[in-house]
């Protein structure tokens, strides 16, 4: 399950429940310490960033969300406390629109197991996927190489790097997310 974070709004929460139903699927509103957490199960628009920076600006406000990668249910209230803490740690970071990758470029010299952990979610313990990973980075992003190397299909490593971009929001076909996750597992 995915979930959206906002720091409470109280006179703006209506606009944000308005906003949440109308761009999302199958919306749940649980409130949560401090939070309003929004779980979904699809976005209809592509760049969660731009919809909610628009949307404070309509606003005049600014607001504090954060965009979570998909997360086992189970899970979610453990790693809604971890976001908690770990944006605790960020000076800086009472407002804006942030997810992983932001958390993970503030924390980018204080890599933690925890941290770790947290980022690379359901694949922390995985070998296949994190091995995967790291060769098509070292193969400077390049498939053939990459597939070469690791002895699978071209189509299995593509499918393999959708996976990890599903489960984490990292795209390792981007070079600023293959960077932040190839300082994560040196």
Known sequence: MKYILFKKIDHHMSLVDA????QFSKVNKIPYQSFMMYTYEDAYVS?????????ASELLTD???YI???VNETYVF???DMVNQLI???PIMNKGVIDN???LTHHYNHITPQLKTFILGKYHDQSYMLHTIQTYL???QNMITASKELFIHRNTLMMRLEKFNDATGFDMKSFKDGFLMYHLFV
């Open 63 to 65: 607001f504090f969300v």
């Open 101 to 103: 990758k932001v958390i």
């Open 19 to 22: 906003l949440m139903e109308t």
């Open 78 to 80: 453990k790693h809604v």
């Open 88 to 90: 605790s740690q960020i």
């Open 47 to 55: 760049d969660l960033h731009v919809l909610f920076n628009d949307f």
């Open 68 to 70: 979570s990668p998909f």
């Open 138 to 140: 070292e193969s400077n």
